[in-house]
């Protein structure tokens, strides 16, 4: 039975929500609070990434959390400050820094990872759709011992689960990347993944859904949900009232300020990342992960992006430039000759991704609202799984058989 759906953020999670919802013959409306035209689903690293199979939520994170708080330019840096949101997400990302719960994890991150490429690649094969998508692989790159054994481990770990990774010398490097030299000691090569121009495709998405009849009301403010009873009635804007048969909450960063009126307590941090667009010719060709600076270089559609770096520091869109210069930092120290212009440093932007404790998405009802579905936490690979998790809200709401397991994604799961 086709239904009247309000989707609640219109980043890739929303529009990949929208578009499937749509293909079953749902009447989707799409409200955010912006122009649509940045955040964090335009200035990430546009990696499909089923190699990315170990969660934040990882042995040796809260040591290294301890050891960057106080440096503002480090990789992954918390700010200090008295929020018992942060403290209560602190604790439950405590909990979930195991072994026990990174290997729970390998199988249930790669799995939706797969199928999320999976859908990526059926959007290029669209005549509807023309965007830039490439499978290159990704160049986990590194300079020291130390990294090369611990992104060892991990490639062990993928080779179990079938994922396709070799370990690469920095002369068949240079092979894959002829026109620029890096200095590295190697890189472990996920042939794997695949790379995308995050802008194009959004782009292209949000003209297509426009087409076929999707409405979307941008720049408008969800104020709060009214709801009945289990059930959610309307969603109040600045721009009046909107009802609905189904709710779906895909607002990133934002959705735990919004469900929190609703009385749902969403444990989400924002984790600001960073992206600078070099637009003069680099040499890059390859999409490398800079492992010891934690720096992700894309090659894009007449560009090379640059980004980086993990702050949790509230809600917010101010830029700390010695995090610009560290990024920029990085590049020089891997590609001899390669000089970031000022230019380029002085048009960053930011994104803030939607971090989970666990760092596994939320995808699925919460008990309290029968026709409310929570789609967001998908900290660094909300991109990569942002049609995966379109795909498995539409199947949820639609009475479908579920694509994969939601019990890993579930909104009120336990942690540790």
């Not at 290294?64 to 918390?78: A, Q, T």
């Not at 059930?231 to 721009?239: E, I, M, N, P, W």
């Not at 490398?288 to 560009?303: D, H, S």
């Not at 992006?305 to 010695?322: C, H, L, P, W």
């Amino acid at each position: 039975m086709a239904k009247k759906i309000i989707v609640i953020g219109g980043g890739i999670v929303g529009l990949s929500t929208a578009y499937f919802l749509h293909q079953e013959g749902h009447e989707v409306v799409i409200i955010d609070k912006t122009s649509m035209m940045a955040g964090a689903s335009y200035v990430n690293a546009g990696y499909l990434t089923p190699s990315h199979i170990v969660p934040l939520a990882a042995p040796g994170m809260i040591t290294k959390g301890l050891k960057w708080m106080f440096d503002s330019s480090s990789p992954f840096y918390i700010k200090p400050r008295l929020d018992l949101g942060l403290m209560n997400w602190g604790l439950k990302f405590m909990r979930s820094c195991s072994k026990k719960h990174v290997q729970r994890s390998l199988k249930v991150i790669k799995d939706i990872n797969v199928l999320s490429k999976e859908l990526y690649h059926d959007f290029d094969a669209l005549p509807t759709l023309d965007f830039h998508l490439e499978n290159k692989g990704v160049l986990m790159a590194f300079q020291t011992a130390a990294a090369e054994k611990a992104e060892g481990e991990v490639m062990r770990e993928a080779k179990k689960l079938g994922l396709d990774v070799a370990l690469i010398d920095r002369k068949q490097v240079h092979v894959l990347q002829p026109e620029i030299d890096m200095h590295i000691a190697g890189a472990y090569h996920y042939r794997c993944d695949a790379h995308t121009t995050p802008g194009s495709f959004m782009e292209q998405m949000k003209a297509y859904l426009l087409r076929v009849g999707v409405k979307m009301h941008k720049e408008t403010m969800v104020e709060k949900l009214l709801y009945e009873g289990r059930k959610v009635q309307s969603v109040l804007t600045d721009k009046g009232v909107f009802s609905a048969d189904e709710v779906v909450v895909a607002s990133g960063a934002w959705s735990p300020q919004l469900l929190k009126s609703i009385g749902i307590h969403l444990p989400v941090q924002a984790g600001k990342g960073y992206r600078l667009n070099e637009e003069k010719p680099t040499g890059i060709c390859m999409p490398a992960i800079l492992m010891e600076r934690k720096v992700a270089v894309t090659p894009m559609q007449g560009f090379t992006r640059f980004s980086g770096t993990m702050e949790i520091a509230g809600i917010n869109q101010n830029i700390r430039k010695n995090r610009v210069e560290a990024i920029a930092a990085a590049a020089a120290s891997y590609y001899p000759g390669l000089s970031i212009s000022k230019k380029t440093k002085a048009a960053v932007q930011c994104g803030l991704r939607p971090l989970s404790p666990d760092g596994l998405p939320f995808i699925g009802r919460h008990s309290a609202y029968e026709n409310l579905t929570i789609a967001t936490g998908h900290s660094m690979m909300g991109w990569s799984l942002g049609p995966a998790t379109g795909k498995l809200i539409t199947e949820l709401i639609s009475g479908q058989k579920i694509s994969l397991d939601l019990s890993p994604f579930a909104v009120e799961r336990k942690y540790g």
